[in-house]
DNA sequence: GACGGAAGGC
DNA sequence: GCCTTCCGTC
């Protein structure tokens, strides 16, 4: 992998992603694994940011609202994301255009009113699986897990998951504090298919859930 | 600051 | 396709 200005400082994927305490396997963090593209795109980088303590400071998920995010610094994020690229001109100007590419694909919205504050679209996201809005673990109905099911649209829908579980994860590490998590509780028993196995699955694992 | 059109690179 | 760059508009 050649990234010869990848400069220090600037999250690569090397290793395990942690956030919140929850770790994500390699896979989740590919930047190659982003369909349609070899390069790495932008809100994957922008998720790596957020995704890292060290960067808190200069981009944070919003307290309170689920996959919004504020950009405290945002001439220091698009430094990063020019030295990510390559390209030494960038600026928040220009990272926000590409930003607001987003809007018309639905990744993004732009939260009116509050500077640099944007926020992933979670409104089509999976919600199935994930014990915090109380739905039970149950089997992916089939629209949702086609048995034939091309590669690029896999690793869609696992993007699409990934962001809702990123979303979730400070109240999941809330009640893991509390808990445990779910392979210390009962709550593994049976046919669930809790967060963590997600999460703990490779993808192919989780591919074939359903 | 935020938006989106246009042109262009890779 | 995904930006990057530039720019006019609000």
């Not at 430094?79 to 694909?105: F, H, I």
Request: proline content about 6%.
């Amino acid at each position: 992998m050649h990234r010869s200005c990848l400069a220090e400082g600037v999250p690569t994927n090397a290793g395990n992603s942690w956030i919140s305490g929850l770790a994500f396997p390699d896979w989740a963090c590919k930047a190659e694994s982003s369909p349609g593209s070899r390069q790495i795109q932008l809100w994957h980088f922008i998720l790596e940011l957020l995704q890292k303590e060290e960067f808190r400071h200069i981009i944070a998920w919003q307290q309170g609202e689920c996959g919004e995010f504020v950009i405290k610094d945002p001439e220091e994020v698009a430094r990063l994301w020019g030295r990510r690229k390559c390209k030494p001109q960038m600026n928040y100007d220009k990272l926000s255009r590409a930003l607001r590419y987003y809007y018309n694909k639905k990744i993004l919205h732009k939260t009116k009113g509050k500077r640099f504050t944007y926020k992933f679209n979670l409104s089509k996201l999976i919600v199935v699986n994930c014990p915090l809005w109380g739905v039970r673990a149950m089997p992916a109905p089939t629209w949702f897990w086609p048995t034939l099911m091309p590669v690029g649209v896999q690793s869609k829908l696992l993007h699409c998951m990934l962001l809702a579980h990123w979303a979730t994860a400070e109240q999941l590490a809330r009640q893991w504090a509390l808990r445990g998590p779910p392979e210390a509780s009962e709550d593994k028993k049976g046919s669930s298919s809790s967060v963590y196995r997600f999460i703990s699955n490779s993808p192919t694992s989780v591919i074939t859930l359903g």
